[in-house]
T-cell receptor, first 114, second 118 residues
Framework: SQKIEQNSEALNIQEGKTATLTCNYTNYSPAYLQWYRQDPGRGPVFLLLIRENEKEKRKERLKVTFDTTLKQSLFHITASQPADSATYLCALVQSDTGRRALTFGSGTRLQVQP | ETGVTQTPRHLVMGMTNKKSLKCEQHLGHNAMYWYKQSAKKPLELMFVYSLEERVENNSVPSRFSPECPNSSHLFLHLHTLQPEDSALYLC?????????????????FGEGSRLTVL
């Protein structure tokens, strides 16, 4: 069956360190993978998109990698700040089924300690 | 008004009530979505509208009835819900490329409507 797996346990790190979150998928051939941030009681906010033919994408302190062999995407936040504390969701679009919308993982909660 | 606006933000209803959730997008997008988010579970896609036509219905019970009168507005009509339907209902919009087989654009979400069914 198709699965998108993110670590359900919260990730706790110290301010200034690099946070690394993992998204693994099974039985998908995604054309794109996206990362979103969600704060409690709010809607998700888009952060980054990476295509299947891209290895890495950066935006300010954020970096996303995409390994279609490992079927994994890693999301990094460098020089993390308490304001980065939130739940981070990965999402993908299957490339060959005609599905038109994103399928989401359950998210990983990041807590950055000051 | 900017972005995607959802009303009401909070709704409490009994199982015999009829209510509606409203979503409005001010981004000029041509696709709109309803997602359901329950505690500890991934966002579940419910409905997709592209150019006001329903293009995807993800096996949602008939007690949920969507309506998309134009590209800026989306409704979710609720009728005889169950307590397990209590969740955060999120509306989103995106800009689809004409003729594309799948949507690859980013989603812009509203703040959600927190529904509690008693």
């Amino acid at each position: 069956s198709q699965k998108i797996e993110q670590n359900s346990e919260a990730l706790n790190i110290q301010e200034g360190k690099t946070a690394t979150l993992t998204c693994n998928y099974t039985n998908y051939s995604p054309a794109y993978l996206q990362w979103y941030r969600q704060d409690p009681g709010r809607g998700p906010v888009f952060l980054l998109l990476i295509r299947e033919n891209e290895k890495e994408k950066r935006k300010e302190r954020l970096k996303v990698t995409f390994d279609t062999t490992l079927k994994q995407s890693l999301f990094h936040i460098t020089a993390s700040q308490p304001a980065d504390s939130a739940t981070y969701l990965c999402a993908l679009v299957q490339s060959d089924t005609g599905r038109r919308a994103l399928t989401f993982g359950s998210g990983t909660r990041l807590q950055v300690q000051p | 008004e900017t972005g995607v606006t959802q009303t009401p933000r909070h709704l409490v209803m009994g199982m015999t009530n009829k209510k509606s959730l409203k979503c409005e997008q001010h981004l000029g997008h041509n696709a709109m979505y309803w997602y359901k988010q329950s505690a500890k579970k991934p966002l579940e896609l419910m409905f997709v509208y592209s150019l006001e036509e329903r293009v995807e219905n993800n096996s949602v019970p008939s007690r949920f009835s969507p309506e998309c009168p134009n590209s800026s507005h989306l409704f979710l009509h609720l009728h005889t819900l169950q307590p397990e339907d209590s969740a955060l209902y999120l509306c989103a919009s995106s800009q689809e490329r004409p003729g594309a087989a799948m949507n690859t654009g980013e989603l812009f979400f509203g703040e959600g409507s927190r529904l509690t069914v008693l």
